[in-house]
T-cell receptor
Framework: GAGVSQTPSNKVTEKGKYVELRCDPI?????LYWYRQSLGQGPEFLIY????????DSGLPNDRFFAVRPEGSVSTLKIQRTERGDSAVYLC?????????????FGAGSRLTVL | AQKITQTQPGMFVQEKEAVTLDCTYD???????LFWYKQPSSGEMIFLIY??????QNATEGRYSLNFQKARKSANLVISASQLGDSAMYFC?????????????FGKGTSLLVTP
């Protein structure tokens, strides 16, 4: 696609529920990143994929968070047993490859609200 | 440890004036990249400018320039001839080439308000 597409744009759920957030990167981009942005903060790194594999998942806060990218394109961020503290905007970004100067192109984000 | 520090939570500038947004970084790598992104109220992150650690010239992109002082580990963004549409959050970010991940580490941002 022309840009990074994220769905849903807004998700309201109850504490304890399971949610999935989807990211469709720019066609041909091999690197895909997930970030979380809380109100008034900068984006916080969660995980990045090079192709199908998670090359670095050091930012995932705990084992309730998991992400997949089975075919090296679309990625899904999965959050189990959601907590109120998970409320944030989840940003996805992609880049053509992994190198120093490669610019990350971001999607518009998925706003998650946990009641 | 915080790798990117943006000390100005908020800045004001009058339209048509220039403004400098501060950014300092912390790394032991010799090879790294520095980025600035703009985030308007719509929420989308917009790439503005990039500076590589080995680049000898300061990066420029239209009205944006990056004042790169390697010894001081600072990478300040200069916006010339400010426009009302420049009002937004601005984030400085760094990629450390030799570390795993190649992810960008972002600062907390500076909110810029351009006044008429």
């Amino acid at each position: 696609g022309a840009g990074v597409s994220q769905t849903p744009s807004n998700k309201v759920t109850e504490k304890g529920k399971y949610v999935e957030l989807r990211c469709d990167p720019i066609s041909g981009h091999t690197a895909l990143y997930w970030y979380r942005q809380s109100l008034g903060q900068g984006p916080e790194f969660l995980i990045y994929f090079q192709g199908t594999g998670a090359a670095d998942d050091s930012g995932l806060p705990n084992d309730r968070f998991f992400a997949v990218r089975p075919e090296g394109s679309v990625s899904t961020l999965k959050i189990q047993r959601t907590e109120r503290g998970d409320s944030a905007v989840y940003l996805c970004a992609s880049s053509p490859a992994v190198s120093g100067a490669n610019v990350l192109t971001f999607g518009a984000g998925s706003r998650l609200t946990v009641l | 440890a915080q790798k990117i520090t943006q000390t100005q939570p908020g800045m004001f500038v009058q339209e048509k004036e220039a403004v400098t947004l501060d950014c300092t970084y912390d790394t032991s790598d010799q090879s790294y990249g520095l980025f600035w992104y703009k985030q308007p109220s719509s929420g989308e992150m917009i790439f503005l400018i990039y500076q590589g650690s080995y680049d000898e010239q300061n990066a420029t992109e239209g009205r944006y320039s990056l004042n790169f002082q390697k010894a001081r580990k600072s990478a300040n963004l200069v916006i010339s001839a400010s426009q009302l549409g420049d009002s937004a959050m601005y984030f400085c970010a760094m990629r450390e080439i030799t570390n795993s991940g190649y992810a960008l580490n972002f600062g907390k941002g500076t909110s810029l308000l351009v006044t008429p």
